[in-house]
């Protein structure tokens, strides 16, 4: 079966998905995900170890020749990010119970755990297709259950903030798909390898810069880069905590996933960053989003709007990682990538909690909740410290990586602008800190307590993984590394 | 439209063809324009045209709301299930070739039954969305 597994890892979510959809009670739903969401990372994780030891792995689907079929290929890059979704899934799983069942209607449970499901077989898909227009149908697979995830959240902004992400997205993945269609027409392939071999010769015609463009505004769209990230905030602030979990620690990674693959290994380095000038654009744009962002953050009422607005600007540091189109810049980038994914995921599922017990997530409605859920609001403390970059856990590592990716090409000004923009964060990490450890509980707070060990547990675990990969980092920065070298590399 | 005497009896003169119209879209999609997607549309216009005259309850005694969200997930599990057949057939995931007794054959049988999972997701989820519109504010 071993030589299945890469149909697999997106088969096992979609059937799950569709089972949920059929059983209609929650338990049962709920227990399906568990199931699932638990199998996929075992199969990412046998994936990992089968491109560790054999090089790339190209499943075939139907038996079809890549030239016309879609192909699955699996490198170290996205076996990474196989891996770093479905874990995210499998710690979100036994959290997911008692949040979903207070925060979702009880008709809407099993639907919701559906969506989840197909949000997941989605964005494992555009992670481990080697094929540019299947990786559209996954993106639209993961958006349209997403938008449904956000839809069902607590009040009724929730509509809008899926309506406008709904519009974003669709013109996000409208760009992407005309881009697509555009090297299309010039290469006569999709297969994202085949593509790279030709498009050497067609890469100075007008569609081919056309479809770059499109391309990357398309997904840049999806991943949230700056001037672009307006439906954000929105969603992940007022969609179901479960949902603000498992979108901030996946969706827009994926996304910026998809953006390294087309820039490095499709259109190829040298074209891309050489002949264009992609990396002033990208690192601009980085550095107004962790700059905006973060300011922007810092005057919020919402919590959950707060670490949101943090999500843009984090998104910048990856971007701005990319855009240096070194080794150590793709690693930091990369590190980053997989470093932010445990850090929201963290502090996303600690505001469920306290949302579980409390009801309310802005700030006066929560002061004092560390005194009275001391275990939860400490795990958050750390992954804040992570956020901000605090030696010792992992933040500092991708930052690190960062700023020497900076001096390396000789901006050192950036590294001190990162270093800076830590400042930021440490201003808006520290009035939440403030507001939930220094003041007196108040009204719901004051009787509210731990939440039941099902919930503190995946937020320790992934507390606990912030520190580790700050101390332990053969896994994340020594596979990125590896990422960072094969995309580099590219066919070309 | 209860009064309108000439739509109900109309109505009733062209739901078969419609019926047979949308099965002759899917099984003729094999050799012409046509197949799951489009019969798909076809057979939910006809349940939709029903309602429209009929009334909502009296197009959901035909087809009820829980069989409908039934079969939305059943025509995806008939897709992916296909594709897992082909996995014990001994080939990969959605690879067709074994399901009959020679390749040709066996593509045709999976592409049908493919096809009739695209139909059945189709159709009921074009109704579920017309009931949904059609249900809102009843509650």
Redesign the interface.
């Known amino acids: 079966m071993s030589e ?1 597994l890469p ?1 697999l890892q997106v ?1 096992v979510p ?2 799950g ?3 949920a ?2 059983v ?1 009670r929650p338990g049962p739903a709920w227990l399906i995900t568990v199931v699932v969401s638990f199998a996929t990372p075992v199969i990412a994780a046998m994936l990992l170890v089968q491109v560790l030891d054999g090089g790339v792995i190209s ?5 079809w020749d890549p030239s016309v079929g879609i192909e699955y290929r699996v490198d170290v890059v996205n076996a990474l990010v196989l891996l770093l979704v479905s874990s995210v899934a499998a710690v979100i799983a036994p959290f997911a119970r008692l949040s979903v069942l207070s925060e979702v209607p009880d008709d809407r449970v099993a639907w919701f755990y ?1 969506m989840y499901l197909i949000s997941l077989a989605g964005l494992l898909g555009i992670a481990i297709t080697g094929d540019a227009f299947n990786a559209f149908v996954f993106l639209e697979v993961s958006s349209l259950s997403s938008y449904a995830l956000i839809a069902m959240g607590r009040d009724r902004r929730a509509l809008v903030a899926a309506y406008q992400y709904l519009i974003m997205g669709t013109i996000g993945a409208s760009f992407y798909v005309i881009g697509v269609g555009l090297i299309y027409t010039m290469t006569g392939t999709l297969n994202l390898g085949l593509i790279a071999e030709r498009i050497g010769d067609v890469e100075s015609t007008r569609p081919v810069l056309v479809a770059l463009a499109f391309i990357v505004v398309g997904i840049s769209l999806k991943l949230a880069l700056f001037p672009l990230h307006v439906w954000l905030p929105n969603a992940y602030a007022y969609a179901p905590s479960v949902a603000t979990v498992f979108l901030a620690a996946t969706a827009t990674k994926v996304a910026i996933y998809l953006f390294a693959r087309f820039v490095f290994s499709v259109f190829g380095a040298g074209f891309v960053f050489a002949d264009l000038p992609v990396t002033e654009i990208l690192v601009v744009l980085s550095v107004a989003a962790i700059f905006g962002a973060s300011t922007v953050a810092i005057f919020q009422s919402d919590v959950k709007r707060m670490f949101a607005y943090s999500s843009v600007g984090q998104v910048g540091y990856i971007t701005l990682g990319l855009s240096l189109a070194t080794v150590t810049g793709l690693t930091g980038g990369l590190v980053h990538l997989v470093n932010h994914a445990m850090i929201k995921a963290a502090i996303f599922m600690g505001l469920g909690a306290v949302f579980y017990r409390v009801g309310k997530i802005e700030f006066d409605d929560i002061a004092g909740v560390g005194r009275r859920m001391p275990i939860t609001m400490s795990a958050v403390v750390i992954a804040c410290l992570s956020l901000v970059g605090v030696p010792g856990t992992a933040g500092f590592v991708s930052k690190w990586y960062l700023i020497v990716a900076a001096i390396e090409v000789g901006w050192w000004w950036l590294g001190l602008l990162i270093v800076l923009s830590s400042m930021l964060t440490v201003i808006y990490v520290g009035r939440f800190f403030e507001c939930v450890w220094f003041r007196e509980p108040a009204g719901e707070v004051a009787r509210a307590g731990e939440p039941p060990l099902e919930m503190l547990v995946p937020i320790c675990i992934l507390a606990a993984a912030t520190v580790y990969f700050g101390i332990d980092t053969e896994l994340t920065a020594g596979m990125a590394e590896r990422a960072a070298v094969a995309l580099l590399q590219g066919v070309r | 439209m209860r009064l309108d005497v000439i739509l109900r009896v109309v109505t009733k003169f062209i739901l078969p063809f419609m019926m047979v119209f949308a099965l002759y879209v899917q099984f003729h999609g094999d050799y012409s324009a046509g197949g799951g997607f489009q019969a798909g549309v076809i057979a939910a216009a006809t349940i939709i045209l029903y309602a429209l005259i009929y009334g909502l309850n009296a197009a959901k005694r035909i087809v009820s709301a829980a069989l409908v969200e039934a079969m939305v997930p059943l025509g995806v599990l008939i897709f992916a299930g296909v594709g897992v057949v082909g996995w014990l057939t001994g080939l990969n995931y959605l690879d067709y070739s074994n399901l009959a007794y020679d390749q040709v054959h066996g593509q045709e049988w999976g592409v049908f039954l493919v096809e009739a999972g695209v139909f059945i997701t189709v159709s009921s989820t074009m109704v579920a969305i017309f009931y949904a519109f059609a249900g809102r504010g009843r509650r």
Not at chain 1, 59 to 63: D, F, I, R, T, V
């Open positions: 299945h149909a088969v979609l059937l998905a569709v089972l959809a059929l209609r499943y075939h689907l139907g038996g559906s």
